[in-house]
């Protein structure tokens, strides 16, 4: 199994950047999926970000598209999240998540998670 551990949220200002990080323990993190999702109070979690094994593949919701950024480092055991020019309809608590095989877009289809981070975007 995979645990994941999340950091870097915070509270910024629109058009402010921040970097996510998941710092994953286990074996065969290269063999897992990983994907960030979201959760804004009264809100459905939803899919941010996707990565394959091998970062060949990555997908992003539209409304961060251009702004955000998936990448991994299997070395360190680590998935980031970019987030450039952020904007108050962003704030939210930031989840990641790692899956077997291929990354999928609905939540439940993964099967592990961290605790989340909170992200605020002020306007």
């Known amino acids: 199994q995979v645990q994941l551990v999340e950091s870097g949220g915070g509270l910024v200002q629109a058009g402010a950047s921040l970097r996510l990080s998941c710092a994953a323990s286990g074996r065969s993190f290269s063999n897992y999926a990983m994907g960030w999702f979201r959760q804004a109070p009264g809100k459905e979690r939803e899919f941010v970000a996707g990565?394959?094994?091998?970062?060949?593949?990555?997908d992003y919701t539209d409304s961060v598209k251009g702004r955000f950024t998936i990448s991994r480092d299997n070395a360190k055991t680590t998935v980031y999240l970019q987030m450039n020019s952020l904007k108050p309809e962003d704030t939210a608590v930031y989840y990641c998540?790692?899956?077997?095989?291929?990354?999928?877009?609905?939540?439940?289809?993964?099967?592990?998670w961290g605790q989340g981070t909170q992200v605020t975007v002020s306007s």
């Open positions: 998540a790692a899956r077997i095989s291929g990354f999928m877009y609905s939540p439940q289809a993964y099967d592990y």
């Open positions: 990565i394959s094994r091998s970062a060949a593949f990555t």
